[in-house]
Nanobody, 115 residues
Framework: QVQLVESGGGLVQPGGSLRLSCAAS????????MGWYRQAPGKQRELVAA???????DYADSVKGRFIISRDNAKNTVYLQTNSLKPEDTAVYYC?????????WGQGTRVTVSS
């Protein structure tokens, strides 16, 4: 059983930045593909960024060039650096871990972009 704990969310002005972190425990972190998803009020959860166990990354078109996903296998942590934030980035951001058909989710961290 893998536990995921997100942190780093908060209130930020448009154009600002936040660094989200997701700390994993209970599994062999380096084997997992990791992802960040988000869910805005009234909308479906969507993939924001993903990183494989080999370090390959993928991004939603809406965040390309602004967000960066990375992982530190020594710290069992995946990060999402969010830059040039826009009001439409407002959402609860969830960490996701996948290994084969098994998926784990964190509890989410809220990001609010507003002036």
């Amino acid at each position: 059983q893998v536990q995921l704990v997100e942190s780093g969310g908060g209130l930020v002005q448009p154009g600002g930045s936040l660094r989200l972190s997701c700390a994993a425990s209970g599994g062999i972190f380096r084997f997992y593909s990791m992802g960040w998803y988000r869910q805005a009020p009234g909308k479906q959860r969507e993939l924001v960024a993903a990183i494989t166990n080999g370090g390959s990354t993928d991004y939603a078109d809406s965040v390309k060039g602004r967000f960066i996903i990375s992982r530190d296998n020594a710290k069992n942590t995946v990060y999402l650096q969010t830059n040039s934030l826009k009001p439409e980035d407002t959402a609860v951001y969830y960490c996701n871990a996948k290994l084969g058909v098994t998926t784990y989710w964190g509890q989410g961290t809220r990001v609010t972009v507003s002036s």
